[in-house]
């Protein structure tokens, strides 16, 4: 058994995964299943029974970790541990640390916004033992950003520093963004938004039923990263596009913070070979001086970062 184990529940839109991690981060086992979106309660008792089932694997008890972390797709306030809105389900103002705490005997429980847990967990497992100054991307579904500067998360006043996604990237032909303005970069450049382009793409294009039938890859932002591997034209110009996107953001970022590094998490990021010459270019002409040269890496943690990040949270 190890010593002072860290209890991990990393609530997301569509799943959840409870862990048991080491002190280094490191998941010794974990437990994914459904995330239940219409009742809080019902889907937290699921959480609780699920890490308690682990702890009992691992011959323990939840009152013997040393804590647990929580991370939520949802805007939280960590001090008070309470989640304050969830979009995906509709759930607001939760006392999360305080529930856990009561039902699992554990007086140490953690919470915090999933994208900041990341970042977190860059910082204490991940990159972040090398660099002390750098900006978090998620690229996903939506995307998130997070700022560590001088190895701390900046939170801001109300919780909202690293909204990353609702940069304005696009003035002229802007795309309504799930946050209900326009132009924002997770309208041009998200999971989704490549999705809808290679779709569109697809209708447009008088080839393309012979490219899906040499190709059968699914309408999305993975079914247009193949394609766009074998060389289809129409393919890589989306990710041009969507590199020129982030590159208009991340410019501004680091024309603000001037960090050492950015570093990208979520399913998309895994085509940064595809986005990155494009964001360098943007970076070229619109970064000052040598704000422009931050090292791009792809997150240390995997692609389960947010279980880690939930690790991260228990001091
Ligand atoms: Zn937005």
Redesign the pocket.
Same mark, same amino acid.
């Given at each position: 058994m190890v010593i002072s184990m860290i209890g991990a529940i990393d609530i997301g839109g569509t799943k959840t995964i409870t862990g048991l991690a080491d002190q280094n981060g490191q998941i010794l086992e974990q437990i994914k299943f459904e995330s239940c979106t219409e009742n809080w309660e019902t889907h937290f008792e699921r959480c609780a029974e699920s890490l308690s089932k682990l702890c009992k694997r691992h011959q323990t008890e939840t009152s013997g970790l040393k804590g647990i972390g929580i991370s939520l797709p949802a805007m939280t306030d960590s001090e008070k541990g309470i989640l304050v809105y969830a979009p995906f389900s509709g759930w607001r103002d939760i006392p999360v640390a305080e529930w856990f705490a009561r039902r699992l005997n554990q007086p140490a429980v953690y919470v915090e916004n999933d994208v900041n847990a990341c970042a977190l967990g860059e910082l204490k497992f991940g990159h972040g033992r090398t660099y002390k100054d750098f900006l978090w991307i998620t690229v996903s579904t939506g995307i998130g950003g997070a700022v560590v500067a001088d190895a701390r998360l900046i939170t801001g006043w109300h919780h909202l520093a690293g909204e990353f996604?609702?940069l304005k990237v696009e003035r002229v032909h802007p795309r309504r %963004?799930? %946050?209900?303005?326009e132009g %924002?970069l997770?309208?041009h450049a998200s999971g989704t938004a490549i999705g809808k382009a290679f779709q569109e793409y697809l209708l447009s294009n008088p080839e393309a039923e012979q490219i899906l039938k040499a190709h059968p890859y699914p309408v999305d932002a993975y079914g247009c990263r193949m394609l766009a591997v074998k060389g289809d034209k129409g393919a890589m110009e989306i990710y041009r596009q969507a590199g020129r996107y982030l590159g208009i953001a991340i410019a501004q970022a680091v024309n603000l913070l001037n960090p050492q590094a950015v570093i990208f998490g979520g399913g998309v990021s895994a085509s940064l070979d595809l986005l990155e010459p494009e964001i360098r270019r943007v970076l070229e002409k619109e970064a000052v001086h040598q704000a422009g040269r931050a090292v791009f890496l792809y997150t240390a943690l995997g692609y389960e970062a947010a279980l880690a990040g939930a690790a991260a949270l228990v001091p």
């Open positions: 996604g609702h %963004c799930p %946050c209900g303005q %924002c997770e309208a």
